[in-house]
């Protein structure tokens, strides 16, 4: 007769080996989850070191309320972060307003009014739009988008704020489409079959009932889709040109933070030098603008949270 | 600008003569297909105003399919078809001029789940007003006190207007529902179980209030509850697959049922 299926549970029970495993996997799991904890904690440091270099060869005054941005120049260097902040938000402004009503538009159609054959081929096609390599959209802006804006205006010159902002805009389409359909497919149908039965219209519905319910995922997804346009950098690198300028003109050449860091790093200069660690006092900016940003996603997706 | 008082606007149109009831819905041979699902088959149901209309029967039989087809709601499900006449104060429901939107106007329903909108208890009562074009505060003012009164839940949500409706109990939110569908001051009032999802006390207070709110408006409900339906209503109509077996008053359904099935179904035999 063979043992009891008791005897044998406990006889392998006793196998040091797997006590051993077991207390083993959580410490391999932390070191794996740690991976990603270290690293950025790594890129924060030395983003502050190199910083703080910076800082004692430029002063932290000059830096902040400078409006001149002349690194390469031979007389005097000057470092005003300023033409480099205004050519991101030019760039960031006009993909807002181009991304924001066609994003909640397209959203608003897909949760409201597509069929289920149209959601499953349109949500698809928005995805890809998401997938283009940001190179690619650059390339679209210099050499198709912007010779369109010249052919109609004709004062727009090569490099400028409009063309890399539009198409910028249109990468953070599919962003806020895709988040506010999330957001607005998740308010629950009795709610919206309460506003039917008092005589609204579809629209009255979706306006007036869904887009107030999803207000915060709304919100949170234009918030995620502006900190991802702050930090584009093939798209304003290929088509915005690379003259920082302080002032409000749109039509002509400009620089954004991540592009003056792009042509650093493309060798303009060499190690060691202020222009060097100039890079990393604006890549610490890029972050705080946009870890700003994620902040407040999270923030207004907590305030304007709708009970249902 | 003053509002018009709806109890007496009612009395004048609807009582010209006593003892005469009027109907506010001819069901003709109604029928209804969900695809291939014949779900009614040949209704003929006349509805009178001022009356408490209850409409039982087992799970399945229709009931819920018949009371959404009044107001037309039961076209969000894909697929449905129709055929035969829903005459409602005269004009077919389904006719291709009558606008759906006229119609929930005039005829409000309540349903099964309390649902209010994600707004504070204010923007509830005002949204029906407000989207059929009125602005003034002053008179929404009025009108969101006097539906909070007429569905009882005025004295306890008069201090916290401004909350979120999501923040009160089950059973308020139902009355809250019943004061958003009086907001526009409807001619029929639909209700689909409106007390399924609520406890025993609630429940009571929404039975109550169904019978004061028979004073003014013409109410159809369904019920899977046959003491409620005996309690409230005037009328019922017993529903079995998709068919009236039995329609008549209350007191005759349930003290003298004329038909074996509804027999059965009361006593409790099935359903």
Redesign the interface.
């Known amino acids: 007769m063979r043992t009891s299926v008791q005897e044998m549970i406990a006889q392998s029970k006793g196998k040091k080996n797997k006590k051993f495993m077991e207390k083993m996997i959580p410490v391999i799991l932390f070191l794996i989850a740690s991976v990603s904890v270290l690293t950025t904690i790594g890129i924060v440091v030395t983003l502050v070191i190199e910083t703080i270099t910076f800082f004692t060869r430029v002063s932290v005054a000059d830096f902040l309320f400078g409006t001149t941005w002349l690194p390469f120049s031979n007389k005097q260097e000057l470092f005003g972060i300023w033409p480099l902040i205004i050519g991101t938000l030019k760039v960031t402004l006009i993909a807002v307003i181009v991304a924001v009503p066609i994003g909640i538009a397209s959203a608003i159609y897909l949760s409201e009014y597509a069929s289920e054959t149209v959601r499953r081929i349109v949500k698809p096609v928005l995805e890809v739009l998401a997938g283009v390599p940001t190179i690619v959209y650059g390339f679209f802006a210099l050499t198709f988008v912007t010779p369109l804006l010249q052919s109609v205006f004709p004062e727009i010159k090569i490099f400028n704020a409009i063309s890399p902002g539009i198409v910028v805009g249109i990468m953070i389409i599919p962003m806020i489409a895709s988040l506010s359909e999330d957001a607005m497919s998740s308010v629950p149908k009795q709610i919206r079959e309460g506003a039917l039965a008092m005589g609204s219209t579809k629209f009255e519905v979706a306006w007036k009932i869904t887009v107030p319910a999803a207000l915060s995922g709304i919100i949170a997804s234009i918030v995620l889709a502006v900190s991802r346009a702050i930090g584009e950098t093939m798209i304003v690198s290929l088509a915005g040109g690379s003259t920082p300028k302080f002032n409000g003109d749109f039509t002509d050449s400009i620089q954004t933070m991540t592009a003056y860091i792009v042509q650093v790093s493309k060798g303009d200069a060499g190690y060691g030098t202020t222009i060097y660690y100039s890079i990393y006092a604006v890549g610490f900016t890029l972050f705080i603008f946009t870890m700003l940003m994620n902040i407040l996603a999270g923030y207004v997706s907590k305030r304007f949270r709708e009970e249902y | 600008m003053t509002m018009t008082i709806k109890a007496d606007k009612k009395k004048s149109a609807a009582t010209p003569e006593q003892g005469i009831k009027v109907p506010v819905y001819q069901t003709k041979e109604l029928n209804l297909w969900y695809g291939e699902k014949h779900a009614l088959k040949n209704i003929d149901l006349d509805i009178n105003e001022n009356e408490v209309t209850a409409i039982i029967g087992p799970s399945g039989c229709g009931k819920s399919t018949y009371i959404k087809t009044l107001?037309r709601?039961v076209e969000?499900v894909p697929s449905v078809k129709t055929s035969g006449e829903i005459l409602y104060r005269d004009r077919n429901i389904f006719s291709s001029d009558y606008q759906v939107?006229?119609?929930?106007?005039r005829v409000?329903?309540v349903?099964q789940?309390p649902?209010?909108?994600?707004?504070s208890i204010y923007d509830n009562i005002a949204?029906?007003p407000r989207?059929?074009g009125i602005k003034n505060k002053k008179i929404l003012d009025e009108i969101v006190e006097k539906s909070l009164r007429g569905a009882a839940i005025w004295d306890e949500v008069k201090d916290r207007l401004n909350e979120?409706a999501?923040?009160i109990s089950g059973g308020q939110q139902q009355r809250i529902?019943i004061a958003?569908?009086l907001a526009?001051e409807p001619d029929v009032i639909l209700m689909d179980e409106p007390t399924s999802a609520l406890d025993p006390i609630s429940t009571l207070k929404v039975e109550e209030l169904v019978q004061e709110l028979k004073e003014d408006y013409s109410i159809i409900i369904v019920t899977h509850n046959m003491q409620q339906a005996a309690r409230i209503s005037d009328k019922t109509a017993f529903f079995l697959n998709g068919e009236v077996i039995e329609f008549d008053e209350t007191d005759a359904i349930f003290s003298n049922p004329s038909d074996k099935r509804t027999e059965d179904y009361i006593s409790g035999r099935f359903g």
């Open positions: 107001n709601m969000l939107e006229e119609l929930r106007t409000g329903m349903f789940k649902n209010p909108f994600p707004k949204y029906g989207i059929h979120n999501y923040s529902c958003r569908a526009i």
